[in-house]
């Protein structure tokens, strides 16, 4: 697959302040009373939620970090490497810190759990586990065998344990290394869409949950600047993922606020979308991509148009919630870089693709439940 597989990290081209490595998981979550997202049949297009306020479908964040700085803030929490990092023959343990946030339907968690620790991975082939050498009251596991992979999150009354697999184009690593300079870029694994199943214990109430997984892991060799990342799982089997990283005036912002003037002047340093057609078993890639962005009742609703060699694809997806990292890295005194990393659970809301003759809307597809990600400021 490449970038080490899912497990080692490269240490031979970190550079000093800028380097971060991270494992992302993404969980779309199905509801009880509706129907299922990770079966073909499925269908978020007319998705109401139940009269008691339910705002969109449920999701799960979690990741693990590390970063090669002397040290950095996460919300409230100062972090500072307490080690080397340590790589034997099929092993690493590093210090970093492990988060995640939990959107019930009604209320977002954020932060759910965020817990500073020693991490230690080991691995024999594509088969190996990393979790926290000591929990210390909290549990946040990663594993995978025979092709199927399990994650674990638990602290106090959140408990979430679930397995995932899948076959076919999506299920499959997807790895792009060294986009960007030479010196100074990102390297990325993807797995798009797995099936998830397991258990989620929340309060006072446990449960079987479905529904469907996305996974990446990164490298960043780079600062890191504002972006417009998101992804969609499709009723039908379908999905979107795009990425727009910018500089400009957003890259001046201090605050948490939604508004501000300072996010016009952006400036595109890459542009990419992938439409895979799940009717087709086609993936389209894209690298002319338009991102707009506007507040509709106090969420951002985003709007993304893409023309290219005969192919069209205009969208539109509608948030119903946030969480907010805030970032803030020492620089010089009591000068700091901040990056404010935004996350929306969010669900199509308009579709239109085209490829020749063949035209799709959101209704072909059944709708579709994703997560956007805005983020500005600079971080170095």
């Not at 299920?171 to 258990?199: C, M, P, Q, W, Y």
């Not at 016009?264 to 962005?293: F, L, W």
Request: glycine share 10%; hydrophobic share 35%; net charge neutral.
């Amino acid at each position: 697959m490449g970038m080490n597989d899912l497990w080692d990290i490269d240490v031979d081209s970190r550079k000093r302040r800028l380097t971060w490595w991270w494992w992302f998981w993404l969980f779309f979550i199905d509801d009880p009373e509706d129907i299922s997202i990770a079966s073909p049949s499925g269908s978020f297009r007319d998705w109401k939620g139940p009269s008691d306020g339910t705002l969109g479908p449920r999701q799960f964040m979690v990741l693990w970090s590390t970063k090669n700085c002397n040290r950095i803030r996460v919300d409230d929490q100062w972090w500072s490497p307490s080690r080397e990092i340590g790589k034997g023959h099929g092993s690493l343990v590093f210090d970093g810190m492990a988060a995640s946030w939990f959107f019930d339907g009604r209320e977002m968690h954020d932060p759910m759990t965020l817990e500073r620790s020693i991490f230690g991975s080991r691995w024999e082939g594509d088969s190996g586990s990393l979790r926290p050498v000591s929990s210390e009251g909290h549990e946040h596991l990663f594993s995978a065998d025979g092709g199927s992979h399990r994650v674990h999150v638990a602290k106090g009354d959140f408990d979430i344990d679930v397995r995932l697999a899948g076959s076919g184009p999506l299920a499959e690593g997807d790895f792009k290394g060294n986009v960007g300079t030479s010196r100074h870029g990102f390297s990325i694994l993807r797995k798009k869409r797995l099936a998830v199943n397991g258990t989620l214990s929340f309060r006072d109430t446990s449960e079987h949950i479905t529904g469907t997984g996305y996974f990446q892991k990164v490298m960043v060799n780079a600062p890191a600047p504002p972006w417009f990342w998101g992804t969609v799982h499709m009723g039908d089997g379908s999905y979107v993922q795009y990425f727009q990283p910018h500089i400009g005036l957003p890259m001046l912002r201090r605050s948490q606020r939604e508004r501000s003037p300072f996010n016009a002047g952006k400036v595109p340093v890459a542009k990419s979308i992938e439409y895979y057609d799940s009717y087709t078993g086609r993936s389209h890639r894209m690298r002319d991509v338009r991102v707009k962005r506007k507040m509709v009742k106090g969420h951002p609703v985003f709007r993304l148009a893409s023309r290219e060699k005969g192919v069209e694809l205009d969208m539109e997806v509608t948030t119903y919630a946030r969480a907010c990292w805030r970032f803030q890295q020492p620089l010089l005194g009591p000068i700091s870089t901040l990056l404010y990393y935004n996350e929306y659970p969010s669900r199509l809301t308009e579709l239109r693709f085209t490829d020749g003759d063949r035209e799709v809307t959101i209704e072909d597809v059944g709708g579709g439940i994703g997560n956007a990600e805005h983020s500005w400021g600079l971080l170095f």
